[in-house]
T-cell receptor, first 115, second 122 residues
Framework: AQSVTQLDSQVPVFEEAPVELRCNYSSSVSVYLFWYVQYPNQGLQLLLKYLSGSTLVKGINGFEAEFNKSQTSFHLRKPSVHISDTAEYFCAVSSFSGGYNKLIFGAGTRLAVHP | EAGVTQFPSHSVIEKGQTVTLRCDPISGHDNLYWYRRVMGKEIKFLLH????????ESGMPNNRFLAERTGGTYSTLKVQPAELEDSGVYFC????????????????????FGSGTQLSVL
């Protein structure tokens, strides 16, 4: 069965500093990986996804993530964060069953960007 | 285009009472998912509708939870009777397409989430 571990529940960082949010997954089959963001009082929005091909995936708002199969990781990075990046970030892996799939999420990482 | 709408945004009830959550997916979306997040923990899958049929309800916690999707449009999730451990945020999501696998293979397909219902059982 697939599972996702987000190693940090909270990450404080100063504005314009780089940030990395860590995500490890477990799966016995090929995976599709995702990062979602939830801003206060809003639904989850897709930041980026890895389906196949290049292991470096670029998403919205300057975020990128790198798929590392040997380390079963999909860490999210941004070289310079803004106050507006303050949100909760969720890593997810797809799980196939009966021809359909669903997302398996991690516990989330709260990113707090300080001036 | 309207997004996924959930109602109510917040609900506070007492243990033993009944609560019904509603989700209106994006018009034309066949796939509808319910997820739940208990405070500080992962967002957990509850069930998946394809049109009006339950495709996968493996995540439903117990028989106090009943989900329906009348006519393949909006969906309701009823909790009866509610217990303290049912507190959390209930998310609904929808996607287009007959088979959910396709939404992950096609770069222009994705899940659209509602803003959730915060349920507090006291």
């Amino acid at each position: 069965a697939q599972s996702v571990t987000q190693l940090d529940s909270q990450v404080p960082v100063f504005e314009e500093a780089p940030v990395e949010l860590r995500c490890n997954y477990s799966s016995s089959v090929s995976v599709y990986l995702f990062w979602y963001v939830q801003y206060p009082n809003q639904g989850l929005q897709l930041l980026l996804k890895y389906l196949s091909g290049s292991t470096l995936v670029k998403g919205i708002n300057g975020f990128e993530a790198e798929f590392n199969k040997s380390q079963t990781s999909f860490h999210l990075r941004k070289p310079s964060v803004h106050i507006s990046d303050t949100a909760e970030y969720f890593c997810a892996v797809s799980s196939f069953s009966g021809g359909y799939n669903k997302l398996i999420f991690g516990a989330g990482t709260r990113l707090a960007v300080h001036p | 285009e309207a997004g996924v709408t959930q109602f109510p945004s917040h609900s506070v009830i007492e243990k033993g009472q009944t609560v019904t959550l509603r989700c209106d997916p994006i018009s034309g979306h066949d796939n509808l998912y319910w997820y739940r997040r208990v405070m500080g923990k992962e967002i957990k899958f509850l069930l998946h509708f394809v049109k009006e049929s339950k495709q996968d309800e493996s995540g439903m916690p117990n028989n106090r939870f009943l989900a329906e999707r009348t006519g393949g449009t909006y969906s309701t999730l009823k909790v009866q009777p509610a217990e303290l451990e049912d507190s959390g945020v209930y998310f609904c999501a929808s996607s287009q397409g007959l088979r959910a696998r396709s939404i992950f293979r096609q770069t222009n397909e994705k899940l659209f989430f509602g803003s959730g219902t915060q349920l507090s059982v006291l």
